[in-house]
């Protein structure tokens, strides 16, 4: 380190010091910051105080109102919620509803479904598949009664009421006297969807005379199930369908909230590959939704959904809702629809992330048609991948070889334009030698251009593959030599311990397919740039970046799925193998005689290259005069 290093870094020390001097709080400032979070602290402390209390106070009443008579219980409950004071006190417990799909549990408490599983399902641990439980799920109902009550159906007991059908489950609040409201849900065999109806019988003198909806409370913890947890964070959000409209989400990569005032038909809690969505025949009004990221632990996000639905009080017309608790399978979802006119369509597939424009259209018309025939022969899906990869490569082989010889026509006539870099030197040459190489490259038929537009043209196929393999549900918990699940990473070294900024974007492990993807990446990097050396000058550190893409890649891709960093560690490899074939098979002499014969014949120039070279005479000219400027100031 020499003298003025020493010197620069020991002025950098007194400013930064005499900056902190000058800009350090005063006393009067440090006290009032500690007044303040002292206030916050308490305000804390006060509303965990006053949770506790209420909590306290519920169960001190339970306890009470157990240990007073029944007649005596009867009548208090009757005089604080007046028809609905029997619903209060009832016996807690759950009637199960079950196909082969699905095993639901119906609590008495609520009469809501408070267990969902998913039969031919389990998590990434090996446990049963549980969407949810009693204790992070809830249903509720807001009435108001004649006199002007307000009631929650959670804090009411239901009984359920037998039936000659096992697919329906009626669960009935009854208020006496002939009145009761019941919840009937309907699960058919071989389905996810859940048929649930509201309908109520002699309400008209229970609940308040002007009510024609009902308020309704759902929430639920969006526990994680796969192995990836910040991975699997990323797919995980409220989405919302409006009605006759397309499908929205809430943001899932922060706390966010919004009130919607246009009807929705549906309101969806979305995990990676599964989804629990309540639909509205008739649709939800007046909607307030709420997401809330888990900073850690198994739960990821909590969601709240505030809503209103239609309700008939004469009890003509039920409230017809439904609910979907299964995977998030295109197929599966799709066929919600068939059959049905497009303004009532559900459009539940859009639950699963294909991109947006063109890109869907690339999955949902290519990709998925071609993976699900693959599927219906194969087994293996390393395999499938593999064949669909090849497909995808086959069908892009005209683009890769314009492309390539697009490079190798610039190959060739490197010597021509280091002879053009050698006849105008310098920067102050640098737009006659930018003219003269473009004028080479015309009358030789070659364009700079003609290599990217092919590339360009792969894009939408790449970048919906990207979107594709981490949304197949197929995929998840299908082996393939080493990865064990192609839904999620394949760690071949992992490490408990927090290592900060590692940890965040990299993750404790390292993925084998993806550093195979990086390493044959760098490799063809390497290769390619050799072959697609023109001679021409680059940019400054254009070399550095292009070997640091791959390595940006590693981190990005580590957490990702085994299967799309399989598929892109393939498709590199075909390409490598397909850069050698062309590399050995085109003849690059026959290339060049023809090029030189190319500017031999009359140049017809496009209209591309005569704005090109009336913009390069125009900045020509500007400089020029820039240069007569500087010396008459220089005189």
């Excluded at 949770?51 to 009443?61: G, N």
């Excluded at 239901?158 to 609040?173: A, H, Q």
């Excluded at 006659?432 to 490259?441: D, F, G, N, S, V």
């Excluded at 900024?501 to 390493?519: A, Q, R, W």
Aim: one cysteine or more; hydrophobic letters at 40%; a neutral charge.
């Amino acid at each position: 380190m020499d003298k003025n290093t020493v010197i620069g870094f020991l002025l950098i020390g007194v400013v930064l010091f005499v900056f902190s001097w000058f800009n350090r709080p005063t006393p009067e400032q440090i006290e009032a910051q500690r007044r303040y979070q002292d206030s916050i602290a308490k305000v804390e402390y006060a509303r965990q105080l006053d949770e506790r209390r209420e909590e306290a106070q519920k169960a001190l009443a339970e306890d009470s109102l157990r240990n007073l008579p029944d007649s005596v219980r009867a009548g208090y409950l009757r005089q604080s919620f007046g028809a609905f004071g029997d619903a209060m006190v009832g016996t807690d417990g759950y009637t199960v509803l079950q196909n082969d799909l699905l095993e639901l549990r119906v609590s008495n408490k609520g009469g809501r479904i408070c267990y969902a599983r998913l039969k031919e399902y389990d998590n990434h641990a090996g446990e049963p598949l549980v969407l949810f439980e009693e204790k992070s799920s809830d249903l509720n109902f807001t009435l108001i009664t004649a006199d002007n009550r307000v009631v929650n159906t959670s804090d009411l007991y239901f009984s359920p009421v037998e039936g000659s059908d096992p697919n329906t489950l009626v669960m009935r609040l009854d208020m006496g006297a002939g009145s009761h409201l019941d919840f009937t849900y309907t699960l058919a065999p071989d389905d996810y969807m859940v048929g649930f109806r509201i309908q109520g019988t002699g309400m008209n003198g229970v609940l308040s005379p002007g009510t024609t909806a009902l308020d309704l409370a759902w929430e639920q913890d969006i526990r994680q199930q796969e192995k990836g947890r910040s991975f699997e964070d990323r797919y995980v959000h409220l989405s919302y369908k409006f009605m006759a409209d397309d499908v929205e989400h809430l943001s899932e990569s922060k706390n966010d909230s919004k009130q919607l005032s246009n009807r929705l038909r549906w309101i969806g809690f979305k995990d990676m590959f599964f989804s629990s969505v309540l639909i509205a025949e008739e649709g939800f009004e007046s909607s307030t939704l709420e997401s809330t990221r888990m900073q850690e632990g198994e739960i990821l996000k909590r969601f709240k959904a505030t809503t209103t639905v239609a309700f008939d009080l004469m009890g003509k017309e039920p409230t017809e809702l439904s609910y979907y608790f299964g995977p998030n399978k295109f197929a599966l979802l799709k066929a919600y629809d068939k059959g049905v006119s497009s303004d009532q369509q559900l459009d539940l597939e859009k639950l699963v992330p294909l991109g947006w424009g063109i890109f869907r259209w690339v999955n949902q018309y290519f990709v998925i048609p071609l993976f699900d025939f693959l599927g219906k022969f194969i087994g293996n899906y390393g395999v499938l991948i593999f064949l669909l990869t090849l497909i995808v490569k086959i069908i892009l082989f005209p683009l890769t070889y314009k492309s390539y010889m697009s490079s190798a026509k610039m190959r060739v006539l490197r010597p021509q334009v280091e002879e053009i870099n050698a006849k105008y030197p310098g920067q102050e040459k640098a737009l006659e030698r930018q003219k003269a190489t473009m004028e080479l490259y015309s009358r030789a038929g070659a364009s700079p251009l003609s290599g990217c537009l092919p590339m360009l043209l792969q894009m939408p196929i790449l970048i919906a593959l990207f979107m594709f393999f981490p949304s197949a549900i197929e995929l998840r918990h299908q082996s393939f030599l080493w990865a064990s699940d192609l839904s999620t990473y394949d760690a071949i070294f992992s490490w408990e311990r927090y290592i900060p900024i590692i940890t965040p974007y990299f993750g404790n492990h390292v993925s084998l397919f993806c550093l195979l993807m990086t390493i044959t990446n760098i490799a063809y990097t390497k290769y390619n740039m050799e072959l697609t050396n023109t001679g021409q000058q680059q940019m400054p550190g254009m070399k550095a970046m292009m070997y640091m893409m791959p390595l940006m890649f590693l981190v990005f891709f580590n957490q990702y799925a085994s299967g799309l960093t399989y598929y892109y560690f393939i498709s590199t490899l075909i390409t490598i193998v397909q850069t050698l074939i062309f590399r050995y098979t085109i003849n690059e002499e026959k290339l060049l005689a023809k090029l030189e014969a190319n500017k031999r014949k009359p140049m017809k120039k496009s209209g591309f290259m005569k704005r090109l070279e009336e913009a390069q005479r125009m900045q020509q000219e500007q400089l020029r005069k820039q240069q007569e400027e500087r010396k008459k100031r220089s005189r």
